[in-house]
């Protein structure tokens, strides 16, 4: 269809007066920001004893890069998302199968259920964990202790290094499944009733059919979850802070490093040593991370389909 | 064998009715605890259900904490309000014109979007200080409405997107040809028809900027000025120590909001979202 | 032509100084007593609680109708708020209560501070307070903030616990002499098995306290805390020393890692009767009466008798850009150096005053401190240049000590390579 010279003009004047409002917010508080952290990654500048930002090259980069906390906040963050996205993927995966399923009485309930977390914010829900987990009066050491009577299995959970990081992955892993679980309904609904039905007239058993035909056909379910559990492991900052820096924002990452993320040790150097130079280089150096997960979820997702 | 299925299905539910169970404990715990004297609270073993109801912890909240936990509110209310507004008229605007206008730019918008979603917010936020610092808007609701609004914008304008997208050609074509202006054909024709869109995104937006971390630590630093997921963490700066029954009453009385509204709304945020997400 | 040349000079001197002096004169006229003010008081949380600040505003304002006095509470205890808003000209608070000497060096080094030098007169000059927190305010020829509380470090004991571990009796708890005491008196009033213990003997405060204690150790177990200049001697063998105890006390299962995420957790043992020792601030004994009533007591730190204790203040402060200076005066004067202020958070709470002469009339609770803090030996706070990045990496060495595999040498090492790559000079 051709389009006449004036209906062009008109729908070029009509699209941008629609997008153009929400345009202007993104650029002043999106765009601009960008890239003013852009520029302040290239300069020197803490804010306490700098009364200039100093242009210095890649050295805020550099001296990132050969930090060992910017080194263990980066393994803290992979190990996350390594031990993260798997589980999150296979428990919402079950979520959504059984949710398909069952849709009685356990079915609605679970969803309501399920989707409890969702609106708690993530502070709150830290926080329920937090208390639940304390070493003296937490729920978690009083049933291991009083209850079943396996003292060995106390634990100062959030106080000892090698506990402290699954801690705040359980709490996330908690607060993510119902919404996962969803996701993973929705596409296991969308694969047409006929298409399963067909397999079961040919008998295939049921974990035929989830193997044959519910996993194959849910590419564009793993695309998006797989984009926000990515969000999500490298944006790992609040369960943190709240639940390692409430009193003492300072032991954020605490105990001993075991939970800093890079997040964390980002907002750390810029808000709490106020080292706005390295804290910009490292929140581009972790955009970069993201970029580099994304196109590898990218081609996972699209290599299967073709 | 049906009958065999049966129980299958029966063992299945109890062992889903299991989990589920144990899944609640963080809720029920929290409620409990609100629930309990402050020596039950402490006291080892931990009782699981309250051996004497109290509301003491309540009462707490609305007289000593009053001012805080009224301003904590009143804060998460307003902001979120303004801000989950704001995001469905801007955004359903924008997605309407990139749905159904064909202009010059459109692709570098979509593009444009998708590449905000991906880049990792702390980046945006030590600009958004200064600037917040200097038009001294830092500790008010309009310092957090702006940077929420900017911020939880492109996901609710993906969903909506995609919902636009979906409505038939026919209905527009016929209404431009009458004479319709674009705005009438979004206002009298496209919004009725995306109402399972938009309340998603609406849910999504409100979740999101009620329960926002990030921007509301650094942007507010008064406790008259900040909200409730902020609150809650400066309740025990001032008792120093956890104030665990109080904190776990405000919990539970600042999840009361959200969660009516995910009940009243929960059918169709599961189908706007099975509508929406997968598109974006 | 000389004599002309004199005269002029002459009337030139006089007449700037009558300027002058009119200058000033019109200042104090014009301010608090007479002149309709605002005055906004922000605290942090715990002052508001532990001290009548709201009370004495509200007195101010009766003493002085004139006056509105505005009292708000401040959420952020790094302060972050101050010298993030303070320097983009963001300035709507009068009075800021609280802050260590660290973080308010370093609004004082970003120049957002009003000094405080005109303050210290009549009853009030420096020789009246207790002058090493005093002194650690000094940059330049100015004074940029003042103390209005005081605390110092010691251990704070259960003495039913340690009573009943035979710790000594009622009347003459035993008093550790060595940190090998120290350790036998962890274990002895540990109880509980597995790896989480019912009562736990010691509790190390491994955030917020973590470098206050390890700087009063260091200087109670007879080193040098700090070098000459007044920068942290982070070569002192004696942390070694600190380090292997606490490594030793906490990875045997008598010392709790609880305040890592809880800072407040080993207060909250002492009064829970969950911890038998701390570490920690003096005042946290006199808090633990209304828990633990007269079986909450003072114990030196190993040496503490002999080397002295460690104090450091919190402070008030006032931004540039006020315009009731001389009110804000006018209300640290008249409330919050007063008797009745000192006392109510003294008796309380523990918190010593700053004012030399508010000891007076205290309870005998405060004697035995008092001794301490006399002691010419005893160390005070600090503020270097990176001094919260120093003490970040402390405490991150103390965790790290008591969850893995690392000595106390090798912490001790580390922790100097690191500090060796800060600028710990003290704020000039």
Redesign the interface.
Known sequence: MTRSKAVIIRDNIDGWMFVLPAFLFLLLLMIYPIIHTFILSFQKYN???DSKPVFVGFHNYIKVLKDATFKKALLNTFYFAGVYIPIIFILGFFVGLIFSRYDMITGKLSKVILFIPMVIPISMSSFMF?FML???WGIV?SIF?DYLKL??L???W?????TAMNMILLVTIWWRVGFIGLLFLSGIQAIPRSVIEASIIDGANAWRRITGIILPNLKETYMVVGILAIVTSIKLFAQVVA??GT?????AG?????TLTLYVATWKSA????DLGIGSAMGYLMSLIIVFLFAVNFFINKGEKA | MVRRNKINTFFLGFFIFLILILFMVPIFQTIFTSLKTDKEI?K?PVSIIPHNLTFIHYKYVFTNLASDFFSFFRNSVVVTSVSVLLILSLGSLASFGLARINFFGKNFIIFFVSFIVSIPLIITVIPI??FE??F?I??TNIGLILPYTAVYMPIPLFIMYGTFLKIPTELEESALIDGCSRFMIYRKIFLPLAAGGLVAAGIITFLNCWGEFLFALILT????A?TLSIGIM?IN??????ALGPMSAIMVLSTIIPFTLYMIFQRYFIQGLMEGSLKG | MKKLVFITLALLLVFSFSVFAGGKQEKVSKDWTKAKLTVHVEA???I??KFPVEASAKKFMEDHPNITMKV???????L??Y???W??G?VDVDLALGGAAVQVA?LA??NLLVPWNDFYKGDFTRDHFLTHVVELTKRGDNYYALPFMVEAMSLEANRKLMVEAGLGTVSNPAKPKTLDDLYMFAKKTTK?????K?VYGFSWN???FGDQQLFCAVNDLGGKAYNDDGSPNMKAPEIAKVFSFIKRVTMDGYG??????????G???LK?G?VAIIFEAASRAIEAKSALGNDAILLPFPGEEQNGSYIYAHYSYIPKGTKVKDAVYGFMREQVLSKDFSKFGAEKYGKLPSLKRNFEGLSSDFTEVQKWMANPKTVGDHAW?EG??L??YI???E??LV??NITAQQAADKLAKQASQLNLAVVK
Do not use: H
Not at chain 1, 271 to 274: A, E, N, Q, S, V
Not at chain 2, 237 to 242: D, I, K, N, V, Y
Not at chain 3, 192 to 196: A, E, F, I, K, T
């Open positions: 804010f306490v004893y937090l304390n070493p003296q050491n202790k003292p060995g106390a634990r100062d959030m106080n000892d290094t090698s639940m390692t009193l003492s924002p300072q032991n605490g105990p001993a490093k075991a808000f709490l040593y106020y | 402490y080892v200080f200064m610092t200097t001294r830092t500790n630093t008064r406790r008259s900040t400066k700066q001032q008792e120093q120590a956890w | 942090m949380g715990w508001l609680k708000s509470a401040n959420a952020d205890n790094s972050n708020n010298m993030l808003n320097s983009a963001n370093k080094f970003k509980g098995s597995g790896p989480v019912d491994f955030t917020n709790t890692k609880g305040t890592i995420t809880d800072t407040n957790a207060r909250s043992g829970a969950t240049v919260s990045k003490n970040s405490w991150e060495i965790q790290e969850s893995s």
